[in-house]
């Protein structure tokens, strides 16, 4: 078995233990140098996140909440596509939004009550 050059030997960027660097325990990356074991689960998560639809930016938590206060219940299935929330929080946000949408119904249809009855006595008027 060969010696491993000195200048070879470098300290995972990640886990700190010394690995061989441009060898088969570990590699040298411009980001650092990372150990067999490391790499492997950098290599896992980057694969993941590759693979998730919840990564796409319209499922983040900033956006959801944004798209549900630009259009109440419209935005509720990207709510429950997304991943970010938890299920306790999307039945919350859910009702929140609900309870919101039923209110500004009743405040629509009290504000067309009172507009036809304002119409109806300028007619009046006019008769
Ligand atoms: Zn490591």
């Known amino acids: 078995m060969p010696k491993p050059d000195k200048t070879s030997i470098d300290k995972c960027s990640t886990c700190g233990n010394f690995t061989l660097s441009t060898s088969a325990h570990g590699i040298s990356l411009p980001e650092g140098t990372f150990c067999k074991d490391c790499l492997a689960e950098l290599v896992k998560i980057g694969l993941a996140q590759r693979t998730q639809k919840t990564v796409r930016w319209y499922y983040s938590i900033p956006f959801v909440i944004l798209e549900l206060l630009l259009f ?6 990207l709510l429950w ?15 929140i939004v609900a309870i919101f949408t039923v209110l500004i119904a009743i405040y629509a249809m009290a504000l067309i009550k009172k507009a036809s009855a304002y119409f109806q006595s300028t007619i009046d008027l006019l008769e």
């Open 72 to 77: 109440g219940p419209f935005a509720l299935p």
């Open 81 to 95: 596509k997304s991943d970010r929330f938890s299920s306790l929080v999307k039945v919350v946000l859910t009702l």
